[in-house]
């Protein structure tokens, strides 16, 4: 058995935002025209009917108040929302290079009002056990692949976070770390159509926190694949080194795909408990999105 402490900010399940207050509110603030231009782009996004199940929906104060981002705070989940003071988000620009046709820099401007934006409710699923429910506003990796022409012998895509100490206190109180993040998925996973870049979560541009101004989200991975804060993406010939499996190649593996069945080498992968209430349930294989990704693999990847 996990024993779980209850930090001081969880709340009981009474004192959840319902859904339809959430629902409710953002219709009203379109309805309103309220929202400042960068609100509305995030915010006019369609949500995809194929993900709007927002059944256990994670309150926004949660989601945006409890953060695995090393580079703002390397331990405390709930410190990461402060520390973003420094980091500078805008402009932002990032670099797709490699095994392409078209290696571009990217103005992240340019490329939210040329692509397909939407919003995907999401499950999503910490390697440590917690897990969240997230309006997650983007596109699908795909559509930039695609534009770029990876060349016949690209087979892998590596993302890199900015490296930045002086904006990101978090490198600096945790210096022996393999700064900058860096994270990758095999061509096949980035061109699923699950695989999403990300610049908005509830209907308004990424806080800091959450990997502003753009990241990866893979739900059928564990969190940790869903790289923030990107300016690289690298088309790669061979599986690119990543963060985690530097640190600890024993526990977190290149692939790191949610699978109850594979328990973690300290705890259990089988159970999952939702962030704020602590409610406990099921992990699913594949965090519920089998249907989706298992014809990707043969069970034996790690
Ligand atoms: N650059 C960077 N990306 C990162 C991390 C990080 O520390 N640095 N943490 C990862 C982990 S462990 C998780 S669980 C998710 C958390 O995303 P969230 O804070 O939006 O819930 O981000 C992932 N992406
Ligand atoms: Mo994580």
Redesign the pocket.
Known sequence: MLIRTRPGWELPESAVTPEKFYLNRRQLLAAAGFLGVEGLMADTAKRNPEFADATKLTPEFA?TG??????LHPTDKEK?KDLGDKFITEPWSFEVSGLVNKPKKYDLDDIRKRMPMEERIYR?R???TWA?V?PWTGFPISQLIKEVEPKPNAKYLRFV?ANRPDQFPGMKMAPFYPWP?H?GLRMDEAMNPLAMFVTGIYGKPLPK???APL?VVTPWK???K????IVKIEFTEKEPPTFWNKLQSSEYGFYSNVEPGKPHPRWSQANERLIPTGERQKTLQYNGYEKYVAGMYNGKEF
């Open positions: 989601a409890y953060n695995n981002f090393y580079e990461a999503f910490c390697v440590e969240m997230v976070t993040y994270e926190q959450n990997g990241r564990y969190g940790y869903s790289i923030k804060a």
